[in-house]
């Protein structure tokens, strides 16, 4: 006996008080053993017994163990070759043929071909057959190729559709689970049982899939189709009827198997009508029932959620108008909190600890006072004054010492920006008393001040110092900020640069921009460069500062006597730009304190650097707008002379000790420059190297200005010196100034060759650099006109080729030294020890934060607008079964990619300005990209969600919300990245053009069908192929049983691998990665310095 008689006599024990129940129990059970050893060889005699109710459940299933083995064998080898399409086989494969629930078509089929069912079912060979023709990719399905039971000689009515035929040989055993041979089936042909169907070629019968509804088929006599089905009856064979089914395939080639929509099939012979408040889909086994808030009328195939999606979208439209009306008043409260919690914190831990300095550093200069004045009645020499020397290095010691000594006592008192006019005046004096004494000196001797001077002196100082003692006796805020320009306090690194036979020329074409320019710059002295249009005043600028890309710098570059990069002091020199680049989203206030966070040395305290951006609002007349708004284009906020101070503050602001300034005085009114000019000739006394580049100032600004350097066209030195003998160096050469003519804009005219000079006067204004040579005994050959006329000329016979050619290398080169530039790196001599980037990433963090913030108009707009596109999506675009949803998810892709890109894109092509500016300033790169890709990851989350919220309930795919929720995060993140790339390599109307563009090609490109290798190459680089690929697959995995087959031949068609969801999210964010990456490395290369 077989194996298989195993399980029968535990059936038999279990069932043995139904069997005493009929006759004789020893007859019975032989009968039952004899039965269920014919039906299961398809050997039987007698047909009788098969009515038995007794006997039919034991003998059913033991046909169901039988056929499950043999289904088993197919699943095997059904698996390897379906690997692309099966994720897990026996779970797959469970689903479609496991009906332990309900045999009633095994038994029905057992009674109605009297046990001959056994002979009629396909074995794994036949079964094999059928499938490879479906893996052959058969354009007729159904309709097989012939085999040895129906072929062109041999074709017996079991090969029409929906008939099936017994074994010839009744002797012969016929072993389901043989996937080699098939057996002879030509004998007693009959149409197919009730849950099976019989194909077209084949003479035996294969099990319907759960889900799938498979009756016997009726004529209809109009259309000659035996419907359901849509086969018709052989012709010539009036004896023939209608059979089963014939076939199961893909539901786009024959859908009649498929249990239809609005009704379920607990059985493949049963079909029952969805009751309300429930939905059934088609080739569904049982039906769902509806969600709250939604409707569900009888025998429908999906619930109506259009009332979920309603409050939904009411739900999240609350939230963004919330979020857009009350982003302002937020961040107003937060900041009025946190302002008045930094002053309490200063006041409390600060002011006590100040005062106690102030009166020991008083106490301190009254006891120097009066020993200066015993040494100095006394004649010795004090040691400190060399020291002094050293520091600032050569020039007008007398001049030099009394601005440094005057520095602590103007810096201390100055206790308002509106006292620097006094200290201005003060200084100004003591170059007049310098001036004076200079034809006094004698070299290697210095010249003692009178007595009178002495006492003067010291009785003001100590003055002053107890007029700051009395006023610290009621020490406020504003008082603890006038300590901060203590100089005893706190003291920055005083730097002399000087430049000696400085040459620039473009590496293009070989111009000028400066030559032979010689002069120095010293701390607590402001220098002006003046000049007619072209005559390299911010080239010089740059060239001093180390900014000067593209050009051939030659000469030497000093920073007090020695010769070391202007890059090593990088965190201690301020450069403000010509254009006003400062964020218009943030408040003055804001913008100041984030500099001052990020280059102050990093173990200040937070209270020292309120000090300093107290003194930089006070000392430029911020304090009425320091809480508004810089504004931009589109929203209004500080006037244009508030803006242009700013500017200037957020270099005034890191204490630095060389600061150079780009015409911050041009489009400003006199008053505006003159409150801008204090402020720096505040800075100027305490120590810092200025250097700017003023265009035409008025006589008063002028007269503020210590030092001018005045350039002639072509980068010529025309003056270097004390603005107090310029007009006496100029009437030396026979240029007078007319009464009421500024003197600047006269001496501008002359070099213009605007304005010809006097008749007393020889020189021409060509002249005037040769001049100044002569005056100051420099030796220098300049180069003549006629070799610039050669080289144009030269220029001018070149071929249009050559030109172009050499425009192409002009800016391969430019590239290359910008590049070059970007990656240099210089030992830091500042020593001034910055915050770390994990540091600055949290204030940079905190900064973008607060902006996008305010730009919540901006993010609900963009909330708005996927809302629309998923709700309009949703409503056109029904899922579709036969490609399980494709066709919405491709314009998904298109909708979301196109959309999330035109947003990140602002994250970079608004910022590039000032990430340029932070950047070259020292910031850190890293925690500014960084930042900024945190806070999008925000929106990375969210607009997933938005989107969803309408597409997917207005689809109702079987997929469910956490699937496509995390296909379209990694797809948003993807974008995200493509759009960093784009907006830091292009230009913002062409960023904004490819980001258009991009989604649409690259979707249609992934979307072709893949006929040759490299077709499925260029596929497999463009994402929305893995996008794609993925919401497909997150969607097939829910379609099983009779949808298998289905599933097999969409995925085989699109060329997916249902294995592959985890790697499509992957190499979506590998992309999105990479882009950042790529992003990055850009963003460091192509920065402007």
Same mark, same amino acid.
């Given at each position: 006996?077989?194996?298989?008689?195993?399980?029968?006599?535990?059936?038999?024990?279990?069932?043995?008080?139904?069997?005493?129940?009929?006759?004789?129990?020893?007859?019975?059970?032989?009968?039952?053993?004899?039965?269920?050893?014919?039906?299961?060889?398809?050997?039987?005699?007698?047909?009788?017994?098969?009515?038995?109710?007794?006997?039919?459940?034991?003998?059913?299933?033991?046909?169901?163990?039988?056929?499950?083995?043999?289904?088993?064998?197919?699943?095997?080898?059904?698996?390897?070759?379906?690997?692309?399409?099966?994720?897990?086989?026996?779970?797959?494969?469970?689903?479609?043929?496991?009906?332990?629930?309900?045999?009633?078509?095994?038994?029905?089929?057992?009674?109605?071909?009297?046990?001959?069912?056994?002979?009629?079912?396909?074995?794994?060979?036949?079964?094999?057959?059928?499938?490879?023709?479906?893996?052959?990719?058969?354009?007729?399905?159904?309709?097989?190729?012939?085999?040895?039971?129906?072929?062109?000689?041999?074709?017996?009515?079991?090969?029409?559709?929906?008939?099936?035929?017994?074994?010839?040989?009744?002797?012969?055993?016929?072993?389901?689970?043989?996937?080699?041979?098939?057996?002879?089936?030509?004998?007693?042909?009959? *149409? =197919?049982?009730? &849950?099976?169907? !019989?194909?077209? %070629?084949? #003479?035996?019968?294969? @099990? $319907?899939?759960?889900?799938?509804? /498979?009756?016997?088929?009726?004529?209809?006599?109009?259309?000659?189709?035996?419907?359901?089905?849509?086969?018709?009856?052989?012709?010539?064979?009036?004896?023939?009827?209608?059979?089963?089914?014939?076939?199961?395939?893909?539901?786009?080639?024959?859908?009649?198997?498929?249990?239809?929509?609005?009704?379920?099939?607990?059985?493949?012979?049963?079909?029952? *009508? =969805?009751?309300? &408040?429930?939905? !059934?889909?088609? %080739?569904? #086994?049982?039906?769902? @029932? $509806?969600?709250?808030?939604?409707? /569900?009328?009888?025998?429908?195939?999906?619930?109506?959620?259009?009332?979920?999606?309603?409050?939904?979208?009411?739900?999240?439209?609350?939230?963004?108008?919330?979020?857009?009306?009350?982003?302002?008043?937020?961040?107003?409260?937060?900041?009025?909190?946190?302002?008045?919690?930094?002053?309490?914190?200063?006041?409390?831990?600060?002011?006590?600890?100040?005062?106690?300095?102030?009166?020991?550093?008083?106490?301190?200069?009254?006891?120097?006072?009066?020993?200066?004045?015993?040494?100095?009645?006394?004649?010795?020499?004090?040691?400190?004054?060399?020291?002094?020397?050293?520091?600032?290095?050569?020039?007008?010691?007398?001049?030099?010492?009394?601005?440094?000594?005057?520095?602590?006592?103007?810096?201390?008192?100055?206790?308002?920006?509106?006292?620097?006019?006094?200290?201005?005046?003060?200084?100004?004096?003591?170059?007049?008393?310098?001036?004076?004494?200079?034809?006094?000196?004698?070299?290697?001797?210095?010249?003692?001040?009178?007595?009178?001077?002495?006492?003067?002196?010291?009785?003001?100082?100590?003055?002053?110092?107890?007029?700051?003692?009395?006023?610290?006796?009621?020490?406020?805020?504003?008082?603890?900020?006038?300590?901060?320009?203590?100089?005893?306090?706190?003291?920055?690194?005083?730097?002399?640069?000087?430049?000696?036979?400085?040459?620039?020329?473009?590496?293009?074409?070989?111009?000028?921009?400066?030559?032979?320019?010689?002069?120095?710059?010293?701390?607590?002295?402001?220098?002006?460069?003046?000049?007619?249009?072209?005559?390299?005043?911010?080239?010089?600028?740059?060239?001093?500062?180390?900014?000067?890309?593209?050009?051939?710098?030659?000469?030497?570059?000093?920073?007090?006597?020695?010769?070391?990069?202007?890059?090593?002091?990088?965190?201690?020199?301020?450069?403000?730009?010509?254009?006003?680049?400062?964020?218009?989203?943030?408040?003055?206030?804001?913008?100041?304190?984030?500099?001052?966070?990020?280059?102050?040395?990093?173990?200040?305290?937070?209270?020292?650097?309120?000090?300093?951006?107290?003194?930089?609002?006070?000392?430029?007349?911020?304090?009425?707008?320091?809480?508004?708004?810089?504004?931009?284009?589109?929203?209004?906020?500080?006037?244009?002379?508030?803006?242009?101070?700013?500017?200037?503050?957020?270099?005034?602001?890191?204490?630095?000790?060389?600061?150079?300034?780009?015409?911050?005085?041009?489009?400003?009114d006199s008053a505006s420059s003159q409150l801008l000019l204090k402020a720096l000739r505040h800075e100027a006394l305490e120590g810092v190297n200025i250097c700017m580049v003023v265009h035409q100032p008025s006589y008063t600004l002028f007269r503020t200005f210590n030092d001018l350097?005045?350039?002639?066209?072509?980068?010529?030195?025309?003056?270097?010196?004390?603005?107090?003998?310029?007009?006496?160096?100029?009437?030396?050469?026979?240029?007078?100034?007319?009464?009421?003519?500024?003197?600047?804009?006269?001496?501008?005219?002359?070099?213009?060759?605007?304005?010809?000079?006097?008749?007393?006067?020889?020189?021409?204004?060509?002249?005037?650099?040769?001049?100044?040579?002569?005056?100051?005994?420099?030796?220098?050959?300049?180069?003549?006109?006629?070799?610039?006329?050669?080289?144009?000329?030269?220029?001018?016979?070149?071929?249009?080729?050559?030109?172009?050619?050499?425009?192409?290398?002009?800016?391969?080169?430019?590239?290359?030294?910008?590049?070059?530039?970007?990656?240099?790196?210089?030992?830091?001599?500042?020593?001034?020890?910055?915050?770390?980037?994990?540091?600055?990433?949290?204030?940079?963090?905190?900064?973008?934060?607060?902006?996008?913030?305010?730009?919540?108009?901006?993010?609900?707009?963009?909330?708005?607008?996927?809302?629309?596109?998923?709700?309009?999506?949703?409503?056109?675009?029904?899922?579709?079964?036969?490609?399980?949803?494709?066709?919405?998810?491709?314009?998904?892709?298109?909708?979301?990619?196109?959309?999330?890109?035109?947003?990140?894109?602002r994250s970079f092509s608004l910022d590039k300005l000032h990430y340029w500016r932070e950047s070259a300033s020292g910031m850190s790169s890293l925690a500014c990209f960084l930042a900024k890709d945190t806070i999008d990851c925000f929106n990375t989350l969210v607009k997933p969600l938005?989107?969803?919220?309408?597409?997917?309930?207005?689809?109702?795919?079987?997929?469910?919300?956490?699937?496509?929720?995390?296909?379209?995060?990694?797809?948003?993140?993807?974008?995200?990245?493509?759009?960093?790339?784009?907006?830091?390599?292009?230009?913002?109307?062409?960023?904004?053009?490819?980001?258009?563009?991009?989604?649409?090609?690259?979707?249609?490109?992934?979307?072709?069908?893949?006929?040759?290798?490299?077709?499925?190459?260029?596929?497999?680089?463009?994402?929305?192929?893995?996008?794609?690929?993925?919401?497909?697959?997150?969607?097939?995995?829910?379609?099983?049983?009779?949808?298998?087959?289905?599933?097999?031949?969409?995925?085989?068609?699109?060329?997916?691998?249902?294995?592959?969801?985890?790697?499509?999210?992957?190499?979506?964010?590998?992309?999105?990665?990479?882009?950042?990456?790529?992003?990055?490395?850009?963003?460091?290369?192509?920065?402007?310095?």
């Open positions: 006996m077989p194996h298989s008689h195993r399980p029968l006599n535990l059936k038999m024990s279990v069932n043995r008080r139904n069997w005493l129940k009929h006759g004789s129990n020893l007859r019975l059970v032989v009968l039952v053993l004899c039965l269920v050893c014919d039906v299961g060889y398809g050997q039987f005699e007698d047909t009788n017994e098969f009515e038995d109710p007794a006997v039919l459940p034991l003998v059913t299933q033991m046909v169901y163990r039988r056929l499950s083995n043999s289904t088993a064998a197919l699943n095997r080898e059904f698996g390897t070759r379906a690997k692309f399409c099966v994720k897990d086989p026996d779970a797959d494969w469970n689903r479609a043929f496991n009906f332990s629930t309900n045999l009633n078509f095994l038994s029905s089929c057992i009674q109605k071909t009297k046990g001959d069912m056994g002979r009629r079912i396909c074995t794994a060979a036949e079964m094999k057959f059928y499938f490879n023709d479906f893996f052959n990719k058969s354009s007729n399905p159904g309709y097989l190729q012939p085999n040895e039971n129906c072929n062109l000689t041999s074709w017996v009515s079991g090969c029409e559709p929906g008939w099936a035929c017994s074994v010839v040989d009744q002797t012969e055993q016929v072993d389901l689970q043989n996937s080699k041979e098939f057996p002879v089936r030509t004998r007693n042909c009959m *149409p =197919c049982c009730e &849950g099976f169907f !019989c194909p077209r %070629g084949l #003479t035996c019968m294969i @099990p $319907c899939p759960l889900g799938a509804h /498979c009756p016997l088929a009726t004529l209809n006599k109009k259309t000659s189709l035996c419907e359901p089905y849509t086969y018709q009856l052989p012709p010539g064979r009036p004896n023939h009827t209608c059979g089963g089914a014939n076939v199961w395939a893909d539901i786009r080639s024959s859908s009649e198997v498929f249990c239809s929509a609005g009704s379920y099939c607990p059985t493949s012979t049963q079909k029952v *009508p =969805c009751d309300s &408040g429930h939905y !059934c889909r088609m %080739g569904s #086994t049982s039906e769902k @029932p $509806c969600f709250k808030l939604t409707s /569900c009328n009888p025998n429908t195939a999906n619930q109506n959620m259009h009332a979920f999606g309603v409050m939904v979208i009411a739900a999240v439209s609350t939230i963004l108008l919330l979020i857009y009306n009350c982003s302002d008043q937020i961040l107003t409260t937060r900041e009025r909190r946190q302002a008045k919690s930094r002053e309490a914190a200063v006041k409390k831990a600060k002011a006590h600890q100040r005062w106690k300095a102030a009166r020991s550093a008083a106490k301190r200069h009254v006891s120097e006072i009066r020993a200066q004045i015993t040494r100095t009645f006394s004649g010795k020499k004090t040691s400190n004054d060399g020291d002094t020397h050293k520091m600032l290095g050569p020039g007008n010691s007398s001049e030099v010492s009394l601005s440094i000594n005057s520095s602590p006592a103007s810096s201390s008192a100055a206790h308002s920006s509106y006292d620097v006019e006094d200290d201005a005046a003060a200084a100004r004096s003591n170059e007049r008393a310098s001036v004076e004494t200079e034809g006094k000196r004698v070299k290697g001797h210095k010249v003692k001040k009178s007595q009178s001077q002495i006492f003067k002196y010291a009785y003001e100082r100590i003055e002053k110092e107890r007029a700051m003692e009395q006023e610290n006796r009621e020490l406020t805020f504003s008082g603890i900020v006038n300590m901060a320009t203590y100089s005893e306090m706190r003291k920055r690194p005083l730097m002399e640069l000087s430049f000696k036979d400085l040459n620039l020329t473009l590496k293009s074409n070989g111009k000028h921009l400066l030559r032979c320019v010689t002069g120095s710059m010293k701390p607590g002295r402001i220098t002006a460069v003046m000049g007619p249009s072209g005559a390299g005043k911010t080239s010089l600028l740059s060239a001093l500062a180390g900014k000067a890309v593209g050009c051939k710098l030659s000469g030497l570059i000093l920073i007090n006597g020695k010769q070391l990069s202007i890059h090593s002091y990088k965190k201690i020199i301020g450069f403000v730009p010509q254009d006003d680049i400062v964020h218009g989203n943030l408040t003055v206030e804001e913008n100041l304190w984030f500099h001052a966070k990020c280059r102050l040395p990093a173990g200040q305290s937070k209270a020292d650097k309120v000090l300093v951006v107290e003194r930089i609002i006070d000392s430029l007349g911020l304090q009425a707008v320091r809480s508004c708004l810089v504004g931009t284009v589109e929203k209004r906020g500080i006037s244009g002379g508030q803006r242009k101070r700013v500017n200037v503050g957020l270099e005034m602001v890191i204490e630095p000790s060389i600061l150079f300034l780009d015409e911050p005085t041009s489009g400003l350097v005045l350039l002639a066209k072509g980068g010529l030195t025309v003056y270097h010196g004390s603005v107090n003998q310029v007009e006496k160096y100029f009437s030396g050469l026979g240029i007078n100034v007319p009464e009421r003519i500024n003197p600047p804009d006269y001496y501008i005219d002359v070099l213009e060759g605007i304005v010809v000079s006097n008749s007393n006067s020889d020189v021409g204004y060509k002249e005037l650099p040769q001049r100044w040579m002569i005056h100051n005994n420099i030796a220098a050959e300049l180069e003549t006109n006629p070799d610039v006329e050669n080289n144009s000329n030269d220029n001018a016979e070149q071929t249009f080729v050559r030109e172009l050619w050499g425009d192409v290398k002009s800016n391969l080169r430019l590239r290359r030294d910008k590049i070059r530039h970007n990656f240099l790196k210089s030992r830091d001599l500042s020593y001034r020890r910055t915050p770390s980037m994990w540091l600055q990433y949290k204030y940079f963090l905190g900064r973008i934060a607060k902006q996008r913030m305010r730009e919540a108009k901006l993010q609900a707009t963009d909330y708005l607008i996927l809302l629309l596109a998923g709700a309009c999506l949703g409503s056109l675009i029904k899922a579709s079964d036969e490609s399980f949803g494709a066709p919405g998810y491709t314009y998904t892709i298109i909708a979301v990619s196109l959309l999330c890109k035109i947003a990140a894109l938005v989107y969803l919220s309408m597409f997917y309930f207005f689809t109702n795919p079987r997929s469910t919300f956490f699937d496509n929720y995390i296909v379209l995060v990694c797809l948003v993140y993807c974008v995200t990245g493509i759009a960093y790339a784009l907006a830091i390599f292009l230009q913002p109307g062409s960023a904004q053009l490819f980001s258009v563009l991009l989604p649409v090609v690259l979707t249609l490109v992934a979307t072709q069908p893949k006929n040759s290798e490299a077709m499925k190459i260029i596929a497999d680089l463009c994402y929305p192929k893995w996008a794609l690929e993925a919401f497909v697959i997150g969607n097939a995995e829910r379609y099983y049983g009779v949808w298998m087959i289905t599933r097999c031949g969409s995925l085989m068609k699109s060329g997916y691998d249902i294995n592959k969801w985890n790697l499509c999210i992957m190499i979506l964010i590998l992309i999105g990665v990479v882009t950042r990456n790529i992003a990055y490395v850009g963003m460091i290369i192509l920065q402007k310095k």
